[in-house]
C-alpha cells in the first residue's frame, strides 16, 4: 500500500530556517498536504500542493516537490517559537475515495 | 475557512459503555467525513469514510459493530463507541470534505477518550 515517510525530529533555533522532508510511494499521487498539530489540538491545514507543480510559496512557507523522488519539503523561514509543533505530511493518491495518507509527522522543537 | 468542531473535546467514561463523538463542519456542507484515530507519538490512523445518507466504509481490521458511525446530514457525523474498554482509549479527529474541487480535508479539534 502507499507508504509516507518523515524524519521524526527537527529542533532549530529561532530565526533560522526549518526544513521538514517527506517521502512518499504512491506515483499516481495528485495532492500533497502539510498539517500542522499543536499539543492536544486537531490538525490544521497549512498548505498543499498539487502534483504537477514544483514550487508553492505562501508568505513564510515554501513547499518543494520532486515528482520523480516522491520527495516533498516544507521550508519554513525566520522560525518562531510559535512554529513547534508536529508537522504532517500526507498524500492524497488517484481515484475518488478522497483517502489521504499521512506520515508519522516530525516534531519541530525551535529554540529561542 | 473552513471550520469543523467536535464534541466533547474530552471524555472520561466506565468500561461497558457507549460513547458518542460528534463531528460538525461549521461553515461548509461536507459531503464526506472521515474519522480517524491517533495513537501517542503515532500518525493518524483512518478509521472509515463516512457520505452523507450512505453507510460507512470502514478500513480494515476496524470493527464496523464496534464504531459505529451515522452521518445524518450535510453537516453532521458522529461516532459511537459502543461498549467502550481501556484499549479504546484514544484521541478521535474527523475531518470533513467539502466536495468543491478542491481536494482539501478540514480537521476537528479532536476529542480525548479515556475509559476507565
Known amino acids: 500500500g502507499e507508504d509516507v515517510e518523515q524524519s521524526l525530529f527537527l529542533s532549530v533555533r529561532e530565526g533560522d530556517s526549518s526544513v521538514i522532508n517527506c517521502t512518499y510511494t504512491d506515483s499516481s499521487s495528485t495532492y500533497l498536504y502539510w498539517y500542522k498539530q499543536e499539543p492536544g489540538a486537531g490538525l490544521q491545514l497549512l498548505t498543499y500542493i498539487f502534483s504537477n507543480m514544483d514550487m508553492k510559496q505562501d508568505q513564510r512557507l515554501t513547499v518543494l516537490l520532486n515528482k520523480k523522488d516522491k520527495h516533498l519539503s516544507l521550508r519554513i523561514a525566520d522560525t518562531q517559537t510559535g512554529d513547534s509543533a508536529i508537522y504532517f505530511c500526507?498524500?492524497?493518491?488517484?481515484?475518488?475515495?478522497?483517502?489521504?495518507?499521512f506520515g508519522k509527522g516530525t516534531l519541530l522543537t525551535v529554540n529561542p | 475557512g473552513a471550520v469543523v468542531s467536535q464534541h466533547p473535546s474530552r471524555v472520561i467514561c466506565k468500561s461497558g459503555t457507549s460513547v458518542k463523538i460528534e463531528c460538525r463542519s461549521l461553515d461548509f456542507q461536507a459531503t464526506t467525513m472521515f474519522w480517524y484515530r491517533q495513537f501517542p507519538k503515532k500518525s493518524l490512523m483512518l478509521m472509515a469514510t463516512?457520505?452523507?445518507?450512505?453507510?460507512?466504509?470502514?478500513e480494515q481490521g476496524v470493527e464496523k459493530d464496534k464504531f459505529l458511525i451515522n452521518h445524518a446530514s450535510l453537516t453532521l457525523s458522529t461516532l459511537t463507541v459502543t461498549s467502550a474498554h481501556p484499549e479504546d482509549s484514544s484521541f478521535y479527529i474527523c475531518?470533513?470534505?467539502?466536495?468543491?474541487?478542491?481536494?482539501?480535508?478540514?480537521f476537528g479539534p479532536g476529542t480525548r477518550l479515556l475509559v476507565l
Open positions: 463516512s457520505n452523507e445518507g450512505s453507510k460507512a466504509t470502514y
Open positions: 500526507a498524500e492524497k493518491g488517484g481515484g475518488s475515495n478522497y483517502k489521504l495518507t
Open positions: 475531518s470533513a470534505r467539502a466536495g468543491t474541487g478542491l481536494e482539501t480535508q478540514y
